[in-house]
């Protein structure tokens, strides 16, 4: 919470208009757009904190695009921010994880003259974790339209990560922490006051630290890894420095916003891969993998298929699923290098 003896602020909106006046060619547009998901957020977390007292837990009775059960929050955060982003006149093409197609805002709720936007995102992830109490959040990317009268509906939303102007999260959890990018290599982090409803400034530019010592990552699939990925967090959990034992420690909630915000904030690596259980991946590329992924190369950091960078991906589906390691960019080299070292014994094999 804000210290009440300080006077002078920097809240969410406060921090984003200076950062306009920054920017001479700066419309305003984006502020506004980043207004509404900041409302958005404030009321998914009003929702999440009373979700036991007025019966919003447990399932709602349908099943999403994923094949997952929808969880009452689910449906409720996924309305709020539709709505919310909806107002704002600024979004003229949406992507949730709960639509199966992607949402086409009317003209009419567009504000004319104005740059247009489109926002992927996920509005409640880890939502399996609300009867646990175990932090939860919402994902979200924003691209600027391509004004071009020819291009396709799809086309504005299956880019590479890199064309994203911003993205962020909010996770709920004892606090409400909004983390947002710009792209500008700067990465800021807001804690919600809810005393008097704002978002203050608690992480100015967060930097990853360059290696970290926590892995994070489900040792449940271990059995279902390809060999590098084995070999990899064998050698995490083997590792000496100066002949003394000195392994990484696991650190796993199972919600994606809780581990990348630890990952973020102290190190180390997240790392969701794809198996022989799920040979594509879990995560969903636009609105999981392409947000974080932007979060963390801003900080310092590196997000990577294993292969190649995630933000370089061309998506050709809306709900394409990637493998991903993300985190301080040291830890993931070293994946990569375990990676390669495995494909090019393969290739002379």
Not at 145 to 163: F, H, M
Not at 301 to 311: D, H
């Amino acid at each position: 919470m804000s210290d009440h003896t300080r006077t002078d602020l920097v809240t969410l909106s406060r921090h984003v208009l200076a950062e306009q006046r920054a920017h001479k060619d700066a419309t305003g547009d984006l502020t506004l757009l980043l207004v509404s998901i900041q409302l958005g957020c404030k009321f998914v977390a009003t929702c999440v904190r009373k979700a036991g007292i007025v019966n919003l837990t447990g399932l709602a009775g349908e099943t999403n695009v994923q094949g997952e059960d929808q969880k009452k929050l689910d449906v409720l955060a996924n309305e709020i921010f539709i709505n919310s982003l909806k107002s704002s006149g600024k979004v003229g093409v949406m992507v949730s994880e709960e639509d199966e197609e992607i949402i086409v805002v009317p003209t009419k709720d567009r504000d004319s003259g104005s740059h247009h936007y489109a926002v992927v995102f996920d509005p409640l992830d880890g939502s399996s974790n609300i009867e646990a109490g175990v932090s939860i959040g919402t994902i979200f990317g924003i691209y600027r339209i391509n004004k071009d009268a020819t291009a396709s509906v799809d086309s504005q939303v299956l880019r590479p990560g890199r064309e994203m102007v911003c993205a962020g999260y909010c996770m709920y959890g004892s606090s409400t922490n909004l983390v947002l990018s710009t792209g500008t290599g700067k990465v800021n982090g807001y804690t919600l006051d809810t005393t008097i409803g704002e978002f203050i400034l608690t992480h100015p530019n967060i930097r990853v630290p360059s290696r970290g010592k926590i892995y994070s990552v489900n040792e449940g699939n271990a059995v279902y890894w390809d060999a590098a990925c084995t070999e990899y967090f064998a050698a995490l959990k083997a590792r000496k420095v100066d002949g003394k034992p000195a392994p990484y420690s696991a650190r796993y909630v199972g919600s994606m916003v809780a581990d990348v915000h630890r990952t973020l904030l102290y190190g180390g690596i997240f790392a969701y891969p794809a198996d022989a259980k799920s040979k594509s991946g879990k995560l969903r590329v636009l609105y999981e993998c392409f947000p974080m992924a932007f979060l963390l190369e801003n900080a310092g950091g590196r997000a990577s298929t294993g292969t190649a960078p995630i933000l370089d991906i061309q998506p050709d589906k809306i709900h394409m699923r990637s493998p991903i390691f993300l985190g301080s960019a040291d830890d993931v080299a070293d994946l990569e290098a375990a990676y390669a070292k495995h494909s090019a014994a393969a290739k002379k094999a």
